[in-house]
């Protein structure tokens, strides 16, 4: 079945017909999901929407947009969440520079900590970086997050740039913009990397696929972004889905 490796259920854009749309996952072969925190309120709904359905999961975590709101306090606390059993990673974390706030060194700052507190629990993590492809590799290198493992979610920089995270160890996280028609960076990342290194995301409210461009994502919509990888690799979308959700378990390390 399709494993969906990052999504916001909680997000108010869901409020509606949440329960609904997660108890039609199954049937329409979606496996397991991870629900990804952006923010403490958010890291907290994860760990609460993991427990209230077995096939989600949760990670937890500020993105570096949020992360003017952490301290040591909120960093303690979110060890405390990580150490749930239901967690399986720390993210998403990283860097954005394509907004000017908050500042790049307290971005960085709190990039770091939340590598070192994944580290200390043995957690893989999660990585959003926009705009900042350079100082993302160089702290991925510093704290040695290759120790860590995970996935550069959103995958948005070059095959070149993608070679170095993959050699590091991390996964490439595919969604919607892989059938974008402006997608074409994406698509040579994809032709080039083996599926091996490859997991499906949609990062649902946002970035879903064409048709739907605009619209509210969902993780219904993955067998577009399956399609459009089989198409590319040259197989059949099933392989796609069978190596995509080995890859996801081993990534976040759930046996069977
Ligand atoms: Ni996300």
């Known amino acids: 079945m399709i494993f969906e490796t990052h999504a916001h ?98 971005q960085k700052k709190w990039f770091r900590r939340q590598i070192a507190l994944a580290k200390e629990e043995k957690l893989p993590i999660v990585i959003h970086s926009r705009d900042a492809a350079a100082d993302t590799l160089s702290i991925l290198k510093e704290e040695n997050a290759a120790e860590n493992g995970g996935v ?15 050699d590091m160890g991390f996964y490439i996280g595919v969604g919607g913009v892989i059938t974008f028609k402006n997608g ?11 599926l091996e290194n490859i997991i499906l995301e949609t990062d649902s409210p946002y970035l879903a696929p064409t048709p739907y461009r605009g619209k509210r994502n969902c993780s219904l919509y993955l067998p577009l972004v399956a399609d459009a990888i089989a198409e590319i690799k040259g197989v059949p979308a099933e392989e796609v889905i069978r190596i995509t959700e080995e890859n996801a378990r081993k990534m976040y390390r759930i046996d069977g």
């Open 184 to 194: 074409r960076r994406l698509k040579e990342t994809v032709d080039m990397l083996p």
């Open 9 to 106: 259920y909680d997000d108010e854009a869901f409020d509606e017909d949440r329960q609904e749309l997660l108890s039609s996952m199954k049937d329409a072969g979606i496996g397991n999901i991870v629900n990804i925190g952006a923010n403490m309120a958010s890291s907290h709904a994860s760990i609460e929407l993991a427990h209230s359905y077995d096939f989600i999961y949760a990670a937890v975590g500020v993105h570096p947009s949020d992360s003017a709101e952490l301290d040591e306090d909120k960093l303690e606390e979110l060890r405390l969440l990580s150490r749930d059993e239901r967690c399986l990673a720390i993210g998403e974390i990283g860097l954005d520079y394509y907004w000017p706030e908050p500042d790049h060194d307290l």
């Open 152 to 166: 550069v979610h959103c995958f948005s920089y070059s095959a070149e740039i993608a070679k170095q995270c993959v």
